[in-house]
């Protein structure tokens, strides 16, 4: 830790009287060191690392599932993919509707609340159970100019998307009211712009890869050194799901892998939306509510950066995909902690939330409330491992038949792949961090590999039944 945490050794609890505001900012495909408080050797994000430093950050958190729309969802409901139903990125504009989530909760409980950005179930863009206010991109939208749903009536907004997002966050901050509050400010960044091909897959726009930052911030970090991580030069190494031969999918190589210039693009973007965050943290202060609202940041799932001589695939368990950045602020309840280290997962966030404004998770949650960790220790009795899953879709030839569970602990990870055979992994990430030395097969890691395939298997089992129990036989005194 890097910073004594004024809360030590209890659980933080909202003051007597007004419970605490929630602003709560997702951002889209950042992955967990793309952040400066993460480590990031040169990303400008001032505003989002002031969370951080005024808080506590999340150094293990991972998403439920690595993709879009599967994880918005499991952000809002506490619920693993598998039971809140959301699986794929395909049109669920209904069944979206009928959620249960944080926001319907607070809103009964009296909280005002608003939705900003995009939804991303389904191309509709109409308003969702549980928001007062409603500003809505339609599917993925546009950067510039957005056509936007507000509150019911369709138009087009001019400006960069950040800006506008922000902007209509501040707004609503500064609006006067007598009761809480939740900003929800889903972000656009930084998913690229999308088109939708004649044979019907979508595909990014090709001439820029779809990240199109503003333009004041086309030429930052021209002259900086992209960093790449060990395995981006391993193609596919030990993982015998990726190296299949597929029809019309090239192997995995150099030429496969993400650009320098659109990792540049991404990292622009992402510096946009920061700066444009300056503008919420100025109406909380301007407003005097800074002290009593709860501020949230984190992305519903990562990218590769080449690793493996992966590029768009996303999706998969491996660490730059399933693992995001997530920073909380709440300066009347807790004190600047630094990083805490426990595993923690996005279905945790709903159940947070609901604890820290006082209210109780409903037993349909598979997600722990993080409050336990905010002041500074990890208890016990907290998990010991986390559930990763996807399943298969058929948007991304190369992630065909890919659908997968997996267990994720602080020292290894175990793949299993639900319609292929013979092709699972497991990794030390103690021994080897950049998950290049697949040990399934390997008799010195048979072992290992039972008790985390039971692990699997217990995770799986008890999310089927309700809410996940920390006890965990099958890990106890696994190194």
Request: proline share 8%.
């Amino acid at each position: 830790m890097t910073a004594a945490v004024r809360t030590r050794g209890r659980r933080p609890a909202p003051r007597a009287g007004r419970p605490p505001n929630f602003v709560v900012v997702v951002l889209d495909d950042v992955r967990f060191d793309d952040l400066g408080f993460a480590g990031h050797p040169f990303v400008r994000t001032p505003n989002f690392d002031h969370v951080a430093a005024d808080g506590v950050s999340f150094s293990r958190c991972f998403a439920s599932t690595p993709l879009c729309s599967p994880n918005r969802a499991c952000i809002l409901t506490g619920q693993q993919a598998r039971v809140h139903g959301i699986l794929d990125n395909t049109d669920r504009s209904d069944q979206s509707r009928r959620l249960l989530t944080f926001p319907v909760i607070l809103r009964r409980a009296g909280y005002e609340t608003a939705f900003i950005g995009k939804w991303h179930m389904g191309l509709d863009d109409g308003p969702r159970p549980g928001f007062d206010d409603w500003l809505c991109l339609r599917g993925q939208g546009d950067y510039f100019d957005p056509e936007v749903n507000d509150n019911g009536e369709r138009r087009v907004v001019p400006g960069y998307a950040t800006d506008i997002f922000s902007r209509r966050a501040a707004d609503f901050i500064r609006c006067k009211r007598d009761r809480p509050f939740l900003v929800y400010l889903s972000h656009k960044a930084v998913h690229p712009n999308l088109f939708q091909a004649a044979d019907g897959r979508i595909r990014c726009v090709p001439e820029d890869g779809g990240f199109v930052p503003p333009p004041g911030l086309a030429d930052l970090y021209a002259g900086e050194s992209v960093p790449r991580r060990p395995n981006a030069r391993f193609f596919g190494q030990g993982k015998p799901a990726l190296l299949r031969p597929l029809p019309g999918v090239p192997p995995l190589g150099p030429r496969t892998g993400t650009p320098d210039s659109v990792i540049r693009n991404r990292l622009r973007i992402l510096s946009a939306a920061d700066a444009a965050f300056a503008a919420v943290l100025e109406a909380l202060e301007d407003s005097g509510q800074s002290g009593r609202t709860v501020v949230l940041v984190t992305s519903d799932h990562g990218y590769f950066y080449g690793e493996h001589g992966l590029n768009e695939e996303r999706r998969l368990a491996y660490e730059e995909s399933a693992r995001v950045p997530l920073a909380l602020r709440w300066p009347d309840g807790i004190g600047a902690g630094g990083s805490i280290p426990a595993l923690v997962s996005s279905i945790d966030l709903a159940p947070t939330v609901l604890e820290l404004a006082g209210l109780r998770p409903h037993m349909g949650m598979q997600g722990a409330s993080l409050a336990p960790l905010l002041g500074g220790t990890v208890p016990q009795d907290w998990r010991r491992s986390v559930l990763i899953e996807y399943f298969s879709d058929s948007v991304w030839p190369r992630m065909v038949s890919m659908g997968y569970q997996a267990v994720r602990t602080r020292r290894w990870k175990y793949i299993r792949y639900a319609e292929l055979s013979d092709m699972d992994e497991i990794y030390d990430l103690q021994a080897d961090p950049w998950e290049l030395r697949n040990l399934c097969g390997d008799s010195r890691a048979a072992e290992i590999q039972a008790r985390l395939a039971s692990e699997l298997d217990r995770l799986v089992a008890q999310t089927g039944s309700g809410r996940l129990d920390s006890e965990s036989a099958p890990l106890r005194g696994l190194p």
